[in-house]
């Protein structure tokens, strides 16, 4: 079936410093991809998407592109703030009923 | 303002004790799901709802119910809880493009 894999956490860093989470999904279909974040907290809220291939997503200094050749929506951020610690989940959806599929999420610790 | 709302945020109860969960979204959507969220497996689904009177299994069913009545409102039911529904459970509605809005999230945990 559909997958979504995220690299593991957490993810350690100091502010300022360049992030990347790693995610690749099934490509069945012509799925629209996202990054949703979680606060501590709160429930899910979407960072940013993209429809199709080669799309840049882009929210708040993080950026995703849509990579049909390796499977791939990596996010990044090139210089995370305390404020960016939260858990990052990846997410595809396809197929005419759009049930998602989301990734077992990233956590990211920003130390100042 | 657009907005999912779960109650309760947290329960305790214990074995057995039918508790609902309440979930309401003023976004007019017709997609709602739940989901539980648990250390180290992300968040799985465990029903969704096409639309009203339209319900199907996710991906951990057992032990829930749900039902969708009217389209704003998508309890979720479980009629004989076990510890190990103890978890972090989500609700969310599918708006435009395909995005989710979750809602706020409810705490539980089963004795």
């Known amino acids: 079936g559909d997958s979504v894999t995220q690299m593991e956490g957490p993810v350690t860093l100091s502010e300022e410093a360049f992030l990347t989470i790693n995610c690749t999904y099934t490509?069945?279909?012509?799925?629209?991809l996202f990054w949703y974040v979680q606060y501590p907290g709160e429930g899910l809220q979407l960072l940013l998407k993209?429809?199709?291939?080669?799309d840049k997503g882009s929210n708040k200094g993080f950026e995703a592109t849509y990579r049909k050749e390796t499977t791939s929506f990596h996010l990044e951020k090139g210089s995370v703030q305390v404020s960016d610690s939260a858990v990052y989940f990846c997410?595809?959806?396809?197929?005419?009923?759009?049930?998602?599929?989301f990734g077992r999420g990233t956590s990211l610790i920003v130390h100042p | 303002e657009a907005q999912v709302t779960q109650n309760p945020r947290y329960l305790i109860t214990v074995t057995g004790k039918k508790l609902t969960v309440t979930c309401s979204q003023n976004?007019?959507?017709?997609?709602m799901s739940w989901y539980r969220q648990d250390p180290g497996l992300g968040l799985r689904q465990i029903y969704y709802?096409?639309?009203?009177?339209?319900?199907d299994k996710g991906d951990v069913p057992e032990g829930y119910k749900v039902s969708r009545k009217e389209k704003r409102n998508f309890p979720l039911i479980l009629e004989s809880p076990s510890p190990n529904q103890t978890s972090l459970y989500f609700c969310?509605?599918?708006?435009?493009?395909?995005?989710?809005?979750f809602g706020a999230g409810t705490r539980l945990s089963v004795l």
């Open positions: 969310a509605s599918r708006g435009d493009k395909n995005i989710q809005y």
């Open positions: 490509a069945t279909g012509y799925p629209s």
């Open positions: 993209a429809t199709k291939a080669d």
């Open positions: 997410a595809r959806a396809s197929g005419g009923s759009y049930i998602p599929t």
């Open positions: 976004m007019n959507h017709e997609y």
């Open positions: 709802s096409m639309n009203v009177e339209v319900t």
